[in-house]
């Protein structure tokens, strides 16, 4: 690891260095893991760095990533660059190094605002924070009730209360040390006066700014996590102003700039906000402080990302962590690196993209050992994207991994969050039970840690409840949907996602175990709620339809379908087309048009998208339908062939024995008979699959005719 307070660190400033004696940057790359490589084993570009003969040597030695390979000291340096150079061309190196001085040395204190005597703490902080400024404060959204809003206005009060009052005990006894002027003690504790005032200038800036204008509810915790850390003051993890008052003065305000940026992001209050940042990076530029500019570039890569602009984010956040690398900001760079993760999609290449950045986040903090609160974190960003790829053993991986870097810190809601988070990834791998036991286990203390009303509490719920729906006693599942539901409805409005997600998990349970009358009045419900989004409006579409689909009124899933089929078009979800196209395939198996069924099997969506498209269990049920009407999809080889393009939970592969027997010359009763009592043992009566299994045999009866419990049936219907 690196020591910044060592003399060899002094000479490790490469990029200063190195640009003022060659005008270019010593490191570059045509994509990130490339120049995450370069970073990270210090090699710099070939094609710049072989100019200036034995001063080449000398400029690789200083730059060595490795303290012990660099020199000792400065004076160490330039009494070599003086060895190898002739005095009258001395003057370059000269400027260079005293420029490097410069970033090193200008690390003095400087006077802090206060009054004449200390003591003042508190009073400093009541000027703007009492009854008066509270009274000005808004929290509130569409999306919450005015109860739940109230609630956490009263707790952002306690929680801005409670760092008002540490604060205030920090700077009356580092007053004590300083003295007023802050120009007494030791530059370690003027230093820490610096960081207080700047913590000072955080709080201020967070209560002018929910103050300016309402904040959500749901925005409150992150603006809150905002506010630096006050531990931060008494340790090296501080960057001291630059000596000059002038560059202080505009540090203090750069520091301040950037978090305004942040909170804007974080509160939605985005309007011009990138070209915003871009003046903050322009001014980090012109002072040239690395670690502002670290900052202020990582900011610009996160609203790059949110506005979709993920190449120019990912050219953004590469200089962010040169910066930072090159004035060993190893804690910062660590930060960045979990921020991005925190902004890649499944775009392609993205998994690429993120193994680099955990590469070097392993570097950095030593494995973990360092920060393993941080490494923890960007594990667990790995594992999301992992499982986002569907690879589910690396994610498990990671998520272990995460686990036991939390527990190295003793942080327990970091364990359980990352114990959650191997839940989904084992329910995306279809291993139910085993995710269930360890659900049940961490679920609980993370509703505890976050409070009952957290979003996560709602995940976890919603979790608990579709795993139980995959289990032996589907009905348990109920009363807990209807909690989940019933405490939504006291937290959030119509217009909420999560009111929705809670009524849509309480819908499922209810079609998946058979209450049709609960299933349609929380249909009407469903009806009555705003659609958080396009997705979600299809969706409402597809269940009226799945539930007159329980209820087996066909016709009327009939004379549905159009309506979805538009819905699912002209949103543009391709998944969703697949899933009306599917139901009005199943709809036409049950009222036994199999020739109309038939020719819908060969020119729909079902046979030229199941593979791009579909997912495990209805590529399992498109298969079945296509192989026992002895329709060939178009193009393609075998209907198991196709489906099999998507990776499939166990009871697909269920579904796929079947299609395996049938296009195999099995007879169909002995296959679907064998498949159907295998699911059962594994889950229960009531699943969808099993009704399947249920519906396609009776309907091959009438299919293929007495021949059904015979070798090779499966062909052309007649």
């Known amino acids: 690891t690196l020591d ?18 060659y005008a270019e940057r010593p490191f570059t790359g045509t994509t990130w893991p490339e120049l995450a490589a370069k970073l990270l084993s210090g090699d710099v570009d070939p094609k710049v760095a072989t100019r200036r003969g034995r001063l080449d040597d000398v400029i690789r030695r200083a730059m060595s990533v490795d303290p012990e390979q660099r020199y000792p000291s400065m004076d160490a340096l330039i009494e070599e660059v003086e060895r190898i150079r002739k005095p009258k061309r001395r003057w370059w190196v000269a400027a260079g190094v005293a ?22 703490g508190a009073e400093r902080i009541a000027v703007w924070w009492n009854e008066g400024s ?4 808004e929290v509130s959204s ?9 609630q956490t206005r009263e707790r952002f009060e306690r929680e801005v209360d409670d760092y008002a009052s540490e604060w205030s005990a920090a700077f009356d006894a580092s007053c004590a040390r300083v003295g007023p002027t802050s120009r007494e003690g030791t530059v370690a504790q003027r230093h820490t006066a610096e960081c207080l005032e700047n913590r000072y200038d955080s709080l201020r800036g967070l209560v002018e700014f929910v103050a300016s204008a309402p904040v959500g509810p749901s925005q409150v915790n992150a603006l809150v996590g905002t506010l630096p850390r006050l531990e931060d003051c008494e340790d090296d993890r501080w960057v001291p102003y630059p000596a000059d008052p002038k560059d202080a003065a505009r540090a203090a305000k750069l520091h301040q700039d950037i978090a305004a940026i942040r909170r ?12 915003t940042s871009g003046d903050v990076v322009q001014e980090a530029r012109d002072l040239n402080e690395p670690y502002l500019l670290a900052r202020a570039l990582g900011e610009q890569a996160r609203l790059l990302s949110i506005r979709g602009e993920h190449e120019p984010a990912e050219a953004t956040i590469a200089e962010a962590l040169e ?15 979990n921020a991005m993760m925190l902004s890649l999609g499944g775009r392609p290449g993205t998994r690429e993209v993120a193994a680099a950045f955990v590469t070097v986040a392993r570097g950095l903090l030593d494995g973990g050992r360092r920060n393993p609160t941080q490494m923890g974190n960007i594990l667990l960003n790995h594992a999301r994207i992992l499982r986002k790829a569907e690879d589910y053993e690396a994610a498990l991986a990671a998520d272990t991994e995460a686990a036991e870097q939390f527990a190295m810190a003793n942080d327990t809601e970091g364990v359980e969050k990352a114990r959650v988070n191997k839940t989904a990834t084992l329910a995306s791998q279809g291993k139910f039970a ?13 509703v505890r840690s976050e409070g009952e009303t957290s979003p996560n509490a709602f995940v976890v719920r919603g979790m608990q409840t579709k795993l139980v729906l995959r289990s032996k006693r589907p009905q348990d599942a109920l009363p807990m949907a209807a909690r989940a539901h019933a405490l939504a409805k006291d937290i959030y409005t119509p217009g909420s996602s999560t009111l929705w997600n809670a009524t849509d998990t309480y819908l499922t349970a209810a079609l998946i175990i058979g209450n049709d009358a609960l299933g349609r009045r929380l249909l009407d419900e469903l009806g009555r709620l705003d659609p958080p989004n396009k997705q979600a409006a299809v969706d409402r579409a597809i269940y009226e339809l799945v539930a007159l689909e329980n209820l087996e009124r066909w016709q009327e899933v009939l004379e549905g379908i159009p309506h979805a089929r538009r819905r699912a078009t002209a949103d543009g979800f391709p998944y969703h087309v697949l899933r009306v196209e599917l139901i009005f395939a199943r709809t036409l198996l049950m009222l036994g048009r199999y020739d109309e069924l038939r020719k819908h099997m060969s020119g729909s969506a079902l046979s030229s998208e199941i593979g791009e498209q579909g997912m495990g269990l209805a590529n399992g049920e498109i298969a079945l339908m296509g192989t026992l009407l002895g329709v060939a999809p178009p193009g393609r080889t075998t209907w198991s062939e196709l489906a099999r393009r998507r990776p499939l939970p166990p009871q697909g592969e269920l579904l796929f024995e079947v299609v395996d027997a049938l296009e195999s010359g099995v007879g ?3 296959a679907m008979k064998t498949a159907r009592d295998k699911y059962v043992a594994i889950y229960h009566e009531h699943d969808p699959l099993v009704q399947m299994l249920e519906h396609g045999l009776e309907h091959a009866e009438r299919i293929k005719g007495p021949s059904l419990n015979h070798k090779h049936d499966v062909g052309a219907a007649p």
């Not at 420029?99 to 003042?120: D, E, I, K, M």
């Not at 974080?266 to 906000?273: F, G, H, M, V």
């Not at 910066?323 to 690196?337: G, P, R, W």
Request: proline content about 4%.
């Open 134 to 137: 509270k009274g000005d404060l």
């Open 4 to 21: 910044r307070s060592s003399a060899a660190s002094d000479v490790y400033k490469r990029q200063t260095l190195y640009e003022s004696l």
């Open 323 to 337: 910066v930072a690398l090159a004035a060993e900001h190893d804690q910062l760079a660590a930060h960045l690196i």
């Open 264 to 275: 804007r992001r974080l509160a939605d209050r985005s309007e011009n906000l990138l070209e």
């Open 142 to 150: 569409p999306s919450f009730t005015e109860r739940h809003a109230s």
């Open 99 to 120: 420029g490097l001085g410069v970033a090193a040395l200008a690390y003095g204190g400087r006077s802090t605002p206060t009054a004449g005597r200390c003591g003042l």
């Open 668 to 670: 169909v009763a002995p």
């Open 434 to 446: 085993e995710a269930r036991a360890l659900l049940d286990e961490a679920g609980p203390a993370l």
